[in-house]
């Protein structure tokens, strides 16, 4: 059974006038989720993930971050042992907050993440003076 | 708009190259035009709608226009990855039925084994910095689907093996099949697993090469001497995470074939022969379900025992022995999926697997990544006469 991947080279995220508070946060160690304004404000109130600045549902302006409780149940799995210096877990999971996002898992043996685990988000460093990424370990 | 009976594909050409290190990227393309050309009875003046995909060198279609010196009125370069050629008849059919255009040249071509991929330039895509991080390649972007299939529906390894096994079947009677030996499941089992739960036998090949087909109007198909195979309905999607709301139980072909069905007038059951995009056997079997030739989470019992081998099962798959066996040019299946289907239509597949009676096929595709965005493109096609 293969090791958690501890020392794959994970690409810096790079940031955008659009998202650069998310990888500020992402810094201080906080995970952000994209929140819609709220229904009374024209909106759907709904999170989203990636975050962006206008709602993916329901296409309302105005929406902001919001710290997630970094909660989530694993949605998919695929540990990919070819076309990569060394194998690595990736997947998608259900956040609390209700979308499903892309991730890699860590913190455990790679072949033991199984769809339906809980997992908690964990900061993952990049490069140097770059933002962290969020990452999934066993709850 | 119904396209129905406006267009007849009356060329195609499979280039027979599966590596090809002394020729360029744009003579592939031009060789595979000029071969279609051929197949139908026109000459490259002949044509005056062009259309290709992201494999093309140079910006949009531009450079390979002027490369192959076309004089055009109508030009397309629609990009939906490997499904792109199956769209692209499509909007051949209407710009003809528009009266945009009278003969359209649709090209793929790529070496994917000579010469290493480059990613374009440009403005980085704003879902980058939120998936480049986790390592998803093509492997993994389809193996999370069949994870979560496997999880959802109890489908099995054993049963996607079957998808592999059908379509070695196919490719031992093709000489230009890359994989041309038969394989069993127990077999495809035995390979490597390259990213969790496909094995190096649930992918396709990697190979040069490139194709080419000639969609032309009504008055020009009944002018050339080839069999008419029209164009009976057409449909495309495009489907992605989309913030959050993902779904990988089904593909973005359940959205491209009905309207397709429809447009056509017909139902899965009147389907005698499917070129379904194989990049891997995932793949196949989802399109099958979302199409409706089976209930969802049904794929797996439907593809095993056999039932996609011409003259063994129900629905025979893939005649050329698909991405899985024949031939994957710049890792880009929609073109080879419209020519068989051609070939079958115009009862000139390979007489071990040629379907009798074939008067309505169906070409569908999967472009992108299955775990994340990807377009889909569906036609069907009909034998007149």
Redesign the interface.
Same mark, same amino acid.
Do not use: K
């Given at each position: 059974m293969a090791e958690p991947s501890t020392t794959?080279k994970?690409?810096?995220?790079?940031?955008?006038p659009?998202?650069g508070s998310f990888?500020d946060a992402a810094r201080q160690g906080r995970f952000m989720v !994209?929140r819609c304004v709220s229904t009374d404000k024209g909106g759907c109130g709904k999170?989203? *993930? *990636?975050p962006?600045s206008i709602?993916?549902?329901c296409f309302a302006p105005g929406a902001t971050l919001e710290q997630a409780s970094g909660k989530a149940v694993i *949605?998919?799995?695929?540990?990919?042992?070819? !076309?990569?210096p060394e194998p690595?877990a990736?997947? *998608?999971v259900e956040?609390e907050e !209700?979308?499903?996002?892309?991730?890699?898992f860590t913190g455990a043996a790679l072949?033991s993440f199984r769809? !339906?685990d809980p997992v908690k988000v964990v900061f993952i460093p990049?490069e140097p003076d770059a933002p962290p990424?969020p990452?999934f370990a066993p709850a | 708009m119904s396209i129905k009976g406006k267009a007849y594909i009356v060329g195609a050409y499979e280039h027979p190259a599966r590596h090809a290190p002394d020729k360029s990227t744009p003579q592939l393309h031009a060789e595979s035009a000029l071969g279609a050309l051929q197949d139908a009875g026109l000459s490259r003046d002949d044509v005056d709608g062009y259309f290709c995909a992201g494999d093309a060198p140079g910006f949009g279609a531009l450079s390979m226009a002027d490369y192959m010196g076309l004089k055009l009125r109508h030009i397309d370069s629609t990009e939906t990855g490997g499904s792109s050629y199956i769209v692209h008849v499509a909007h051949a059919a209407e710009a003809i039925a528009a009266g945009r255009c009278s003969v359209a040249l649709i090209t793929l071509a790529g070496r994917p084994r000579s010469e290493p991929f480059r990613r374009g330039g440009g403005v980085?895509p704003?879902?980058?910095?939120?998936?480049?991080?986790?390592?998803?390649?093509t492997?993994?972007l389809y193996?999370?689907?069949?994870?979560?299939h496997m999880?959802e529906f109890g489908t099995t390894s054993e049963q996607m093996a079957w998808i592999k096994v059908a379509a070695s079947h196919h490719a031992q009677y093709n000489p230009h099949a890359m994989l041309q030996n038969v394989v069993t499941v127990e077999e495809v089992l035995a390979s490597?697993?390259?990213?969790?739960?496909?094995h190096r036998l649930d992918c396709c090949v990697v190979s040069d090469g490139g194709g080419a087909l000639i969609v032309a109007a009504p008055e020009i198909a009944r002018s050339l001497k080839r069999p008419l195979v029209g164009v009976m309905g057409a449909g495309e999607a495009v489907k992605g995470?989309?913030?959050?709301?993902?779904d990988?139980t089904f593909s973005a072909a359940a959205w491209s074939g009905p309207p397709a069905f429809e447009m056509a007038g017909v139902t899965p059951a009147d389907i005698k022969y499917a070129s379904i995009y194989d990049s891997f056997t995932i793949t196949v079997l989802m399109q099958l379900e979302d199409l409706g030739f089976c209930k969802k989470g049904e794929g797996g019992r439907f593809v095993a025992d056999g039932n996609l081998i011409s003259g063994v099962g129900k629905l025979p798959f893939n005649t050329d022995g698909g991405g899985l066996c024949n031939n994957h040019p710049a890792n880009r299946g929609g073109i080879t999926k419209v020519i068989e289907a051609v070939r079958q239509l115009r009862g000139e597949a390979h007489p071990q697997v040629q379907v009798p009676n074939c008067d309505i096929a169906l070409a569908t595709g999967i472009g992108g990544a299955l775990g994340?965005r990807h377009g889909a493109g569906t036609v069907i096609l009909e034998r007149e006469g």
């Open positions: 794959r994970v690409p810096a995220p790079q940031g955008n659009e998202t990888w !994209g999170a989203h *993930y *990636y962006r709602c993916p549902f *949605y998919t799995v695929s540990v990919t042992y070819r !076309g990569a690595y990736i997947g *998608y956040l !209700g979308p499903r996002i892309m991730t890699n072949e769809i !339906g990049t990424v990452m | 980085a704003p879902e980058a910095d939120f998936e480049t991080p986790y390592g998803g390649q492997s993994n193996g999370m689907c069949a994870a979560r999880y490597p697993i390259i990213s969790t739960p496909l995470p989309r913030g959050g709301e993902l990988l994340a």
